[in-house]
């Protein structure tokens, strides 16, 4: 049975109006300080952790008075999308749908195209038009669990910067492919040979995480067992 | 001819068979004696997996999927290949039944590609559903799958991917015993087996689209909805096919205002299943014809109030005229409750009633596609009866200058040039139309009207069937349904139509016209998103 604890109220506290005080004096005095005193303040500013010179440069920029902090993202930090790579160079998308069926924003709009090359071990299928406005994304990461081919990602490791004009934040399919890098991972699964695959790998516990210490690594992905980390 | 209330034009001639009784897992059911087990076992609500049965095409039992074991025999028998017997005990849901259809589609899927990701079948797919029912297990194959072409062109609309096909027969039967035209054929041998068509032939028969409808998996797809898609992001609204007057049952499957394509729906009940490539295309003139979309008065833009009053000044004094001299036009491609207000006009007017109608084009068939391109016909026909005269007389009418004023209701007029000069010599034509057509720059006052995908009512076929239409989408600009217009124009008259929409004038048609009496106005449909219909396939 749950304890019953009785808070006896006082007058002092019914008047109300004296905490009021008390409270709004702590956020005027926080004011007041940091107005007037010349304290670096911690400061994190949100579209900057990417930025090259951002890191290696100690020198402030200009008009900026609190003292430097950056951080790295996180390994799953959801940024822009990227459309990821064949080894040719074509987009490993091939217009399936499940990302934007899936998307709950409806902010992917892919039309598709057949490939008149294609030899019999393509695949047919590819986006002609790949656009995803990152304004109505709501950022869920649901696009990037639906693909089937490893061919959208959210790890670009690059947040959405202020746009001037709504059109600037509808991506295409070539910005969205700029960021990609090249994917081998074997459409579909481990393919017809996944016994061996899996024996191969170790464990079928394996997973694909981004490891940005392998940032010059073309693949981008490196497989890491999670049981040894 | 009397207006039924949507009977089917399939349905055989009922007889009552004789009903015995069988036990299924136990459970007792009374079927009708030496129909298909399959079909009965379908019937009674029992979960069969099948993909080479159809109920249109002959058994083959090809795909041994639908297993069921009989009485206590322990070999188990296709279900699709026995018919109904007094006291058949069949087990459908022991553990051996679900083995064997587990074993067996594992068999199927030993070199299917399972390319679902770009197969513009996924969604609808028997092959996909019945995985999902009865495997969903990882093939336990190491050996790389028989590799075959990807894109086979048969014909002017499907095109085949070898490596998808289940080999179940049913394209080839349709061929050879619906189509009787034997344009399809297995080649090769074992499990290099692939559907082609035969040498020196081509897929191009006018019903060959039905094969990518009943294709389980999506071997043969159709060219024009080819990676236009996926099927689960289109609305599905059911209607009725205005290619020909037959009148087919149809879905509209449609996204963003755009029709996609037109399938017959999936009840094996309304018309045999099929639909010609004809009837399937109709949608196409939505996107060929120009769409009028504002009314016009002399050829300039104008709003409806002023157009309809325009119409009714210079109408007026041509009302009760001698010889009425007004000719009431109604287009055979009208619903029926377009034809009723057109009717109604005329009888405010005192107007001549013509049905403005096609020629036959010779296209009809022993399936379903009928000679009269005219998709209402019957249902305009029965506005008047023998006071409807035709065309021919209309033409006559124009040259003899009998008429002064023309109202034309839908864009079935189909006028000789001669007599299409001599509009010029009218005080008024009106023209109420949908498509922008020859004799637009003929007319004096242009309305927009609904297309027939926009219109909510119904359609009388040749067989007397009364059918109920559905929107799929809202009219563009001031477009609107016929009938809307003759009622604002009733009004600009100082004539009361009797009815503000399309279930009242089907009421008051029914009763008022003997031939519509006891006909139904049908069941509300609503547009739905196949995502959310159920389960296809």
């Not at chain 1, 940091?34 to 402030?60: C, H, M, Q, V």
């Not at chain 2, 050996?143 to 002017?156: A, E, I, T």
């Not at chain 2, 013509?354 to 084009?361: I, T, V």
Request: contains cysteine; proline residues 5%.
């Amino acid at each position: 049975m749950a304890k019953v604890v009785s808070i006896k109220r006082t007058l002092w506290d019914a008047l109300y109006l004296p905490s009021i005080i008390k409270g709004l004096g702590i956020t005027l005095r926080h004011f007041f300080v940091n107005t007037f005193t010349s304290r670096e303040i911690e400061t994190l500013r949100y579209g900057e952790w990417d930025l090259p010179d951002y890191k290696d440069n100690p020198a402030k920029p200009e008009g900026w008075r609190g003292k430097k902090k950056t951080r790295d993202l996180p390994d799953r930090h959801r940024g822009l999308h990227r459309l990821m790579k064949r080894p040719d160079g074509s987009a490993r998308c091939t217009a399936c749908m499940m990302c934007a069926t899936v998307c709950p924003a409806n902010c992917i709009h892919i039309e598709a195209g057949e490939r008149e090359d294609a030899t019999s071990r393509d695949i047919e299928k590819y986006p002609a038009t790949f656009v995803i406005d990152e304004l109505v994304c709501v950022v869920c990461g649901l696009c990037v669990e639906a693909c089937p081919c490893d061919a959208l990602r959210m790890d670009s490791q690059q947040m959405m910067k202020p746009v001037a004009h709504r059109d600037d934040a509808v991506q295409q399919k070539d910005q969205l492919m700029s960021r990609g890098a090249t994917s081998i991972a074997v459409d579909g699964g481990a393919g017809a040979d996944w016994r061996n695959e899996y024996a191969r790998l170790g464990d079928a516990r394996q997973i694909y995480r981004p490891d940005r210490s392998f940032s010059d690594d073309p693949i981008g992905y490196r497989i890491r067992n999670t049981d040894s980390k | 001819m009397t207006m039924k209330a949507q009977p089917s034009k399939a349905q055989p001639s009922e007889t009552q068979p004789e009903l015995v009784e069988i036990a299924v897992d136990g459970e007792t059911f009374s079927v009708p004696k030496g129909k298909n087990l399959l079909e009965a076992l379908l019937d009674v609500g029992e979960d069969v997996s099948y993909f080479c049965y159809h109920p249109r095409l002959s058994i083959v039992a090809k795909c041994r999927q639908c297993l069921v074991g009989l009485g206590d025999g322990h070999k188990l028998v296709p279900a699709c290949q026995m018919t109904v017997q007094e006291g058949m005990k069949v087990r459908s849901k022991t553990e051996q039944v679900r083995e064997a259809r587990q074993a067996i589609l594992e068999f199927t899927l030993l070199n299917h590609p399972l390319d679902c990701v770009i197969c513009d079948k996924a969604g609808e797919c028997t092959l996909q559903r019945q995985y999902m029912d009865w495997d969903g297990e990882a093939s336990l194959v190491n050996h790389d799958k028989v590799s075959k072409p990807k894109k086979v062109d048969l014909g002017p609309d499907i095109v085949l991917d070898a490596e998808r096909c289940i080999l179940c027969d049913r394209c080839v039967r349709f061929m050879a015993e619906v189509a009787k035209a034997p344009q399809l054929l297995f080649a090769k041998r074992g499990d290099h087996t692939e559907v082609s068509c035969a040498p020196g032939e081509q897929l191009d028969h006018p019903y060959a689209l039905n094969v990518a409808d009943i294709c389980p998996v999506g071997a043969l797809t159709d060219k024009s909805f080819r990676f236009q898609s996926r099927v689960w992001d289109l609305w599905s609204t059911r209607t009725v096919c205005q290619g020909c007057a037959a009148g087919c049952d149809m879905e509209l499957h449609h996204k963003d205002g755009d029709v996609y394509r037109q399938v017959p729906p999936k009840r094996w009940d309304l018309n045999l299943n099929w639909m010609c490539n004809d009837g399937r295309r109709t949608y196409r003139q939505l996107l060929e014809k120009e769409r009028v979309t504002h009314p016009s008065l002399g050829g300039e833009r104008t709003d409806p109030d002023t157009a309809t009053t325009h119409i009714a000044e210079a109408l007026q004094g041509l009302i009760g005229a001698e010889g009425s001299p007004i000719g009431v036009v109604l287009g055979a491609d009208v619903s029926n409750e377009d034809a009723y207000a057109g009717a109604r006009i005329a009888q405010v007017l005192g107007a001549r009633l013509y049905l403005g109608d096609r020629p036959d084009d010779g296209k009809g068939d022993d399936i379903l596609r009928l000679n009269d391109p005219n998709p209402n016909r019957a249902g305009v026909r029965a506005m008047a009866n023998k006071d409807l005269l035709n065309t021919k007389a209309l033409a006559e009418a124009l040259n003899d200058g009998a008429l002064k004023a023309l109202l034309v209701v839908g864009d079935g007029l189909d006028l000789p040039a001669p007599a299409q000069r001599k509009l010029n010599a009218l005080d008024l034509v009106v023209l109420s139309t949908p498509f922008s057509s020859a004799l637009i720059k003929k007319a004096s006052v242009v309305l927009p009207a609904a297309a027939w995908t926009e219109i909510d009512g119904t359609c009388t076929n040749a067989a007397g069937e009364v059918k109920r239409m559905r929107p799929a989408f809202e009219p563009p600009s001031h477009a609107r349904p016929h009938w809307d217009w003759l009622v604002r124009l009733g009004v600009a008259l100082d004539a009361d139509l009797g009815f503000l929409d399309a279930e009242g004038a089907f009421s008051e048609m029914s009763a008022n016209i003997e031939t519509f009496a006891g006909a139904s106005w049908g069941d509300t449909i609503p547009t739905q998103r196949l995502r959310f219909s159920g389960r296809r396939g």
